[in-house]
Nanobody
Framework: QVQVVESGGGLVQPGESLTLSCSAS????????VAWYRQAPGNQREFLAA???????NIADSVKGRFTISRDYAKNTVYLQMSSLKPEDTAVYSC???????????????WGQGTQVTVSS
């Protein structure tokens, strides 16, 4: 069974940094694109960043310059590095992963349960 799990959330003060992890585990053939999103209460889910298996990446303009995304292929983990955090960054951060269970099969999207990030003094 495939699992996608986020970790690294917590309470930080404005201006501080935080790194979130999105890890895929279980039996699968290939981990494709992994993307990060966030959703604050009363708001729609917002795309933040994505990293493809081939190395290409896309970062939303709203967080460009403060957030970066990286990938550890050996660990099947994608990281979201966040710096200069602001109170308005407070949200539940989730990741999605496109995974191919077996060679020749189509990719499916799996979601993690989310991790809370709170930026407050």
């Amino acid at each position: 069974q495939v699992q996608v799990v986020e970790s690294g959330g917590g309470l930080v003060q404005p201006g501080e940094s935080l790194t979130l992890s999105c890890s895929a585990s279980g039996r699968f053939d290939h981990l494709g694109t992994v993307a990060w999103y966030r959703q604050a209460p009363g708001n729609q889910r917002e795309f933040l960043a994505a990293r493809a298996s081939g190395g290409g990446e896309n970062i939303a303009d709203s967080v460009k310059g403060r957030f970066t995304i990286s990938r550890d292929y050996a660990k099947n983990t994608v990281y979201l590095q966040m710096s200069s955090l602001k109170p308005e960054d407070t949200a539940v951060y989730s990741c999605s992963a496109t995974i191919r269970l077996r060679s020749g099969r189509p990719y499916s999207t799996y979601w993690g349960q989310g991790t809370q990030v709170t930026v407050s003094s």
